[in-house]
């Protein structure tokens, strides 16, 4: 069975969403930093983050040239760009920390900023898929 090819746009939201998950179940383990937790490394799921977050807006008002809600899309992918653009400084800020514990990654995740964006991608997600843009 072929499965549908996924857009870039598509591939950028479930990178975005793998790695708030991760992130979250990385704060609930309590660990002091990266050496004292088991699994895979937040690093890496919040360096996927940042190439996911950057130009992300750009990707919205491509597919908004598509369909009858253009000017709202293109309007929205605006603010999803400024969104992206906070939400990637505070996971550029985590990134810094020599070696990052869940108690950074607890308050990133709790951030307005990253909050905001996951509302933003929801958002536009749902309206993409129902052809309205």
Partial sequence: MNQPVMTPLGQRIDAIEEAYEYMLAYAARGAVDETSAAGPGI??????????????????????????????????????????????????????????GSQIVDNLNASIHLRTLLTDLFLVDEALKGKHC
């Fill in 43 to 100: 690093r890496a799921f919040l360096e996927r983050l940042e190439d996911a977050l950057d130009g992300l807006g750009g990707l919205v008002a491509a597919e908004g040239r598509r369909g009858d809600g253009q000017a709202a899309l293109l309007a929205f992918a605006e603010l999803l760009e400024t969104d992206a653009a906070r939400a990637l400084v505070g996971v550029r800020l985590v990134l810094a920390v020599p070696s990052i």
